[in-house]
């Protein structure tokens, strides 16, 4: 593994963990104002703010620390620099085309819908 690599991993796997910590710290937050087990939970500080680090240090751990997950990120990393992206003025040009195409078919969709809203109208009728 390239020494490069290492240091995106290690970051990418500190961003997990503070993701892990937020996520657990909103859940407790939302679960306490429903059920009142968890609201008295809560209260203590070691549930309120602990927790949630201790469930990110554990995320952060299991990423870090297992060969598996580290080698399947670092070849994902290694294809990931194999990637040719477009210049600024081909993104452009695609844009624009795209942008095109969907005025243009929504036009036609609407001519479409307009249509057959007035075929069904006078079958009704």
């Known amino acids: ?3 490069d690599n290492k240091k995106i991993l290690t970051v990418s796997f500190v961003v997990v963990g503070l993701l892990v910590a937020f996520s657990a710290g909103m859940l407790i ?3 306490s ?3 009142a087990v968890i609201a008295q939970m809560a209260n203590n500080d070691l549930i309120h703010h602990g927790l949630p680090i201790i469930l990110g240090m554990i995320a952060f751990g299991c990423l870090q ?3 598996k997950v580290v080698q399947f990120f670092d070849e994902v990393v290694v294809e990931l620099r194999k990637v040719v992206w477009p210049s600024r003025k081909d993104t452009v040009a695609m844009t624009i085309v795209v942008c095109i195409m969907l005025v243009v078919s929504g036009f036609l969709l609407g001519i479409f819908d307009f249509l057959s809203s007035r075929l069904v ?3 009704v009728q």
């Open 121 to 123: 109208n006078l079958l």
């Open 33 to 35: 104002g429903s059920w």
């Open 65 to 67: 620390f297992n060969t």
């Open 1 to 3: 593994m390239e020494n």
């Open 29 to 31: 937050d939302t679960f």
